[in-house]
């Protein structure tokens, strides 16, 4: 038993949700460990945007691997690792990634039910198998199902019975945790919560109230995904201009 996957399974508690803030690199992982993190979530988009590649499994799994290592190296946390749709064509290549991705020392990882640049999902029993073979590793899978991508916000209601249906083929394949991004739809995600057999990881966005809300709906994680890096991308750039233009940066340069 890996002592680190199961501290970062034991945090996933429905109504009283983890939070993480997902980072790119060592320096904002520290950051956030020291302002007081349970554990660490790499993003991503986040990360291969911080190394000049675009998100989609773009960025080589050896050099995302590498990242994972050096936030290992700041903090004793358990690291939740986003692989994106689990870097493998076939069920035993996704299952060669992950094992990697646990011998690094991620606790957990997040795998997608898209393959890159699809906007299609995989079909149903195809990616309970990649799950199955991620899972046998050991590792937390946080299982994400994409079904309200890119859907009108007034249909998302009607396709609760078709997300819990894949969080039942994913439970039984042994993922940990089911992610459902895309949708504010306080109503479905609380039935989401209700009927899901894993814990409902939900992503923050700015309709939302705050954790007390998403807590009396049941979720058990939170994540923020790309919004801190574009949030630091967007303060480096706003600070660059004011200083490059001759005027004065609002922090203690000493």
């Given at each position: 038993?890996?002592?680190?996957?199961?501290?970062?399974?034991?945090?996933?508690v429905?109504?009283?949700?983890l939070?993480?803030?997902?980072i790119w690199?060592?320096?904002?992982?520290?950051?956030?460990?020291?302002?007081?993190?349970?554990?660490?979530?790499?993003g991503?988009y986040?990360?291969?945007?911080?190394?000049?590649?675009?998100?989609?499994?773009?960025f080589?799994l050896?050099?995302?691997?590498?990242?994972?290592?050096g936030?290992?190296?700041?903090?004793?946390?358990?690291?939740?690792?986003d692989?994106?749709?689990?870097y493998g064509d076939?069920?035993?290549?996704v299952?060669?990634?992950?094992?990697?991705?646990?011998?690094?020392?991620?606790?957990g990882?997040?795998?997608?039910?898209?393959m890159?640049s699809?906007?299609?999902?995989?079909?149903?029993?195809?990616?309970?198998a990649?799950?199955?073979a991620?899972a046998?590793?050991?590792i937390?899978v946080?299982a994400?199902?994409?079904?309200?991508?890119?859907?009108p916000p007034?249909?998302?209601?009607?396709l609760?019975?078709?997300?819990?249906?894949?969080?039942r083929?994913?439970?039984?394949?042994?993922?940990?945790?089911?992610?459902?991004?895309?949708?504010?739809?306080?109503?479905?995600?609380?039935?989401?919560?209700?009927?899901?057999p894993l814990p409902?990881?939900?992503?923050?966005n700015?309709?939302?109230r705050?954790?007390?809300?998403l807590?009396?709906?049941?979720?058990?994680?939170?994540?923020?995904?790309?919004?801190?890096?574009?949030?630091a991308?967007?303060?480096?750039?706003?600070?660059a201009?004011?200083?490059?233009t001759?005027?004065?940066?609002p922090?203690?340069?000493s």
């Amino acid at each position: 038993m890996n002592a680190k996957v199961e501290a970062f399974r034991a945090l996933h508690v429905p109504g009283d949700p983890l939070v993480l803030f997902n980072i790119w690199d060592a320096g904002s992982a520290k950051a956030v460990a020291d302002a007081g993190a349970k554990a660490i979530a790499t993003g991503s988009y986040g990360v291969a945007e911080a190394q000049g590649f675009k998100d989609g499994e773009t960025f080589p799994l050896d050099r995302a691997l590498d990242v994972v290592a050096g936030v290992l190296r700041v903090t004793d946390l358990p690291v939740t690792f986003d692989m994106e749709s689990g870097y493998g064509d076939t069920p035993e290549a996704v299952g060669r990634s992950v094992a990697r991705a646990l011998e690094a020392g991620a606790a957990g990882i997040n795998m997608e039910d898209r393959m890159p640049s699809e906007t299609a999902l995989v079909p149903l029993a195809e990616q309970a198998a990649r799950l199955k073979a991620a899972a046998e590793t050991g590792i937390f899978v946080n299982a994400r199902c994409d079904l309200f991508r890119g859907q009108p916000p007034e249909s998302h209601g009607a396709l609760v019975s078709a997300v819990l249906e894949r969080a039942r083929a994913y439970a039984d394949a042994g993922a940990s945790g089911l992610f459902v991004p895309f949708t504010t739809d306080l109503s479905a995600l609380g039935a989401i919560c209700d009927g899901s057999p894993l814990p409902v990881n939900i992503i923050w966005n700015p309709a939302f109230r705050d954790r007390a809300q998403l807590a009396e709906l049941g979720a058990a994680r939170i994540s923020h995904g790309h919004r801190p890096w574009a949030a630091a991308m967007d303060w480096v750039g706003a600070m660059a201009k004011v200083v490059l233009t001759g005027g004065k940066p609002p922090y203690d340069a000493s």
